[in-house]
């Protein structure tokens, strides 16, 4: 059976390598393919004093698994990716090892403690958390004595599955609505009696600064005087300015007052100890109007602060900046108030804004990013060898004749994996424009050139596309098509690869002018 095992990988091996060597062109360096990753094994085990447990390995770039139980045998079992093994065993803790094989021979193993016993477990400590930056999870953790694996209801559905995990793992779930929900952890072990831990967590989901108007699950509930009328609404422009999908309407209906508006509540009073001023973006169908915010404490509308900015542009985005650095922040304002062509009656007229949000003042570090800015601190975050820079542009021609460019430079003996990233000062927008284009200049056609989006507190969540050089030696646009990608995720962190897949042999690279598009 082992041979048979090992037959079957070498097939397996030698089609990979027939197909990176097809009409294509497109080879696949098989050897440069890393190890398999994020390697574990779900142990669960019967709860009628047998001892037999179940293994499920679990891991990424996994052609095979071979588990060795720490007990009976000394040969390994092989297990096929999503597949199970069994092995029954006395009372006792072992060490279990799973050694994983890759699709070029590379393993990677780790070592998991296994946890046998018949009597209840003891101890039972569970963590249950809000998740940070998202409003509508919940994670759950926990740890026990003589427990062999968990089991958890989140408390959502009355025929609810639950969820197995093992000590040591760490569980998240989205609700679909808000409210308070008990969570239910079961831990087990051989024997028929569990111990249970239930605890209540609430799900809200308040409106808090930035608002950007395109979650499907927050309310915004606004309110509405003087003959102003407030939705959230299509953009009616949708272009580099804004690339929202939504947006909130203000119509001053004919005749409505001279002081119409509307006002939405936050979940918590803003915070102005660090940023002094508030940024929007605003259309309106005339330029010149006055555009009056007001900030009002949520339990005496006495306690406010108001700031008026004339708009400049018709038919069309602006940002439009609110200077509040007077404030007292103890006044703890809470209720953001908007009025559009202050001092004027309402003639049926639309005005629309978009992405409220704290701001400096200054510049901000968001797309599209021409790398033009005398006072935006480019601050690349450099690994595997790579290094990045704005620089004056090598080599004004063509499609690109601007000024200033990046250059990142692969240094010999770098990392074929080498790259730089940039955080934005807010995430990318998808939900109207899916695709990012990029002028790239490379010393040699067809190279991989990778472009990487990643969450800012959590990069294993990510999306990557790969494009392909076809210039040598001049400016190019490169298109990568992030079609599918999930708004919700927040992807600020961009990330950059050029050559992917070689290492580093001293050349530069260069990169401009990166922006949305449909």
């Known amino acids: 059976m082992k041979k048979l095992h090992f037959i079957i990988s070498l097939f397996v091996l030698a089609i990979a390598i027939g197909c990176s060597n097809d ?26 004093n047998s001892g037999k447990v179940t293994f499920l390995p679990k891991g990424e770039g996994v052609t ?16 096929n990716p999503g597949a199970t093994t069994t092995h029954t065993y006395p009372e006792g803790i072992y060490q279990a090892k799973i050694v994983a094989m890759g699709i070029n021979g590379k393993k990677t193993e780790i070592t998991q403690t296994l946890t046998v016993s018949f009597l209840a477990p003891t101890n039972l400590q569970v963590t249950l958390a809000h998740v940070v930056g998202d409003n509508l999870s919940a994670s759950v953790s926990a ?18 599955i639950p969820v197995d995990f093992m000590e040591g ?32 967590i609430t799900i809200s989901n308040p409106i808090l600064l930035p608002v950007d108007f395109e979650s499907a699950t927050l309310n915004y509930a606004f309110n509405n005087f003087g003959g102003a009328l407030t939705t959230v609404a299509n953009n009616p422009s949708v272009d580099a300015s804004n690339v929202s999908a939504k947006v909130a309407k203000l119509t001053k209906t004919a005749g409505a007052e001279v002081w119409a508006g509307s006002f939405l509540e936050l979940g918590v009073p803003i915070d102005f100890s660090t940023l002094k001023k508030i940024r929007i973006k605003a259309w309106s169908p005339k330029a010149g109007i006055v555009v009056k915010m007001k900030l009002e404490n949520l339990t005496d509308s006495n306690i406010n602060a108001e700031v008026d900015v004339t708009n400049t542009v018709a038919n069309g985005w602006e940002e439009l900046t609110f200077d509040f ?11 953001v108030v908007l009025f559009f062509d202050f001092g004027n009656a309402g003639t049926g007229a639309d005005y629309y ?15 599209p990013l021409t790398f033009e800015s005398a006072t935006l601190s480019y601050a690349y975050g450099n690994f595997g060898g790579a290094t990045t820079a704005v620089i004056a ?29 940039l955080a934005l000062d807010t995430p990318i927008n998808f939900s109207t424009f899916k695709k990012l284009k990029m002028k790239v200049w490379s010393p040699q056609a067809g190279i991989i050139v990778k472009f990487k989006l990643e969450n800012l507190t959590d990069s294993s969540i990510n999306k990557e596309i ?36 070689n290492s580093g042999t001293g050349k530069t690279y260069y990169f401009d002018d990166i922006k949305q598009s449909n």
């Not at 430079?409 to 770098?414: E, I």
């Open 23 to 48: 009409s294509s062109g497109s080879d696949v360096d098989i050897d440069s393919v890393g190890a398999p990753v994020n390697i574990s094994a779900l142990t669960t085990i019967a709860q009628d």
């Open 143 to 160: 740890k026990a004595n003589f427990e062999t694996f968990f089991q958890v209801y989140f408390g959502e559905d009355p025929n609810e």
């Open 325 to 335: 650095s007077a404030v007292d922040n103890t006044n703890k304002y809470q209720r």
């Open 466 to 501: 790969d494009a392909t050089t076809t210039v040598a030696n001049g400016w190019e646009e490169l298109t990568f098509d992030f079609a599918g990608i999930v708004n919700a995720n927040n992807y600020q962190r961009i990330v950059v690869f050029f050559d992917f897949g």
């Open 169 to 200: 793992e760490t569980i998240k779930h989205t609700y679909a609505n808000v409210g308070t929900y008990e969570v239910k952890v079961v831990a087990l072990s051989g024997g028929v009696a569990t111990t249970t831990h239930t605890e209540s």
């Open 393 to 421: 542009n090598p080599d004004k021609s063509g499609i690109n004749t601007s000024a200033t460019v990046s250059a990142l430079t692969k240094g010999n003996g770098s990392e074929v994996w080498a790259g730089s990233s």
């Open 64 to 79: 095979q698994y071979e588990i060795y139980f720490g007990h009976g045998a000394t040969q390994p079992v092989i297990v």
């Open 353 to 367: 804004y978009d992405d409220i949000q704290l701001t400096s003042g200054g510049e901000s570090l968001v797309l």
